[in-house]
């Protein structure tokens, strides 16, 4: 299987502020990759997907790069609203995972 | 628009077998495979294994594969996901989601999820 690993696992910021989340593949995924933002309770909600196309809808602050083995959401100018827990997943092989998430809280 | 609506929470016994149901309304339900993905309390999502609506073919992950049942009933457009000899590490909220197409796969709607709760 593959292993998506991604850092950090809690990030403190402010509204504002520019953040970063790496996500690592234990092998090549090419750029079948997919971010995803979970609020508590709720189901998870497409951010990103083929690494850097940003889905319908999701604000631009908010975006992807990478490819192979390493990549990265960046949002830019965080509001209220992204606080929340975001997955990577990886979509190039079966079984399908994720990361294990990292939660984005208020500093 | 698209919704995926399933079915209520469930409290089973180990041993036992759940049957979660997804409701597809809004699009084509024939067209897009439905995935299931479960989560455990405080945990990162898990796939599960695919439908494909319109042939009933499957393909469920390793772990599962002695366990899981998917199938689906287009006439009422409803996908279901049946585990059987539940643990209690089975104890997890569990999700459908419709992917976007087969050549870009990735996961554009989900259900509410389903709460399974595995406890004597």
């Known amino acids: 299987d593959i292993q998506m690993t991604q850092s950090p696992s809690t990030l403190s910021a402010s509204v504002g502020d520019r953040v970063s989340i790496t996500c690592r593949a234990s092998q090549s995924i090419s750029t079948w990759l997919a971010w995803y933002q979970q609020k508590p309770g709720k189901a998870p909600k497409i951010l990103i997907y083929k690494a850097s196309s940003l889905e319908s809808g999701v604000p631009s602050r908010f975006s992807g790069s990478g490819s192979g083995t390493e990549f990265t959401l960046t949002i830019s100018g965080l509001q209220p609203d992204d606080f929340a827990t975001y997955y990577c997943?990886?979509?190039?092989?079966?079984?399908?995972?994720f990361g294990q998430g990292t939660k984005l809280e208020i500093k | 628009q698209v919704q995926l609506l399933q079915s209520g929470a469930e409290v089973k016994s180990p041993g036992a077998s759940v049957k979660v149901s997804c409701k597809a309304s809004g699009y084509t339900f024939t067209v897009h495979y439905i995935h299931w993905v479960r989560q455990a309390p405080g945990q990162g999502p898990e796939w599960m294994g695919w439908?494909?609506?319109?042939?009933?073919?499957?393909n469920y992950a390793q772990k599962f594969e002695d366990r899981v049942t998917m199938t689906r009933d287009s006439s009422i457009t409803t996908a279901y996901m049946e585990l059987s000899r539940l643990r209690s590490d089975d104890t997890a909220l569990y999700y459908c989601?419709?992917?976007?197409?087969?050549?870009?796969?990735?996961?554009?709607?989900w259900g509410q999820g389903s709460l399974v709760t595995v406890s004597s």
């Open positions: 989601a419709r992917d976007q197409d087969a050549y870009d796969p990735y996961f554009d709607y």
């Open positions: 439908i494909n609506p319109n042939t009933g073919g499957t």
């Open positions: 997943q990886q979509y190039d092989d079966y079984p399908y995972t």
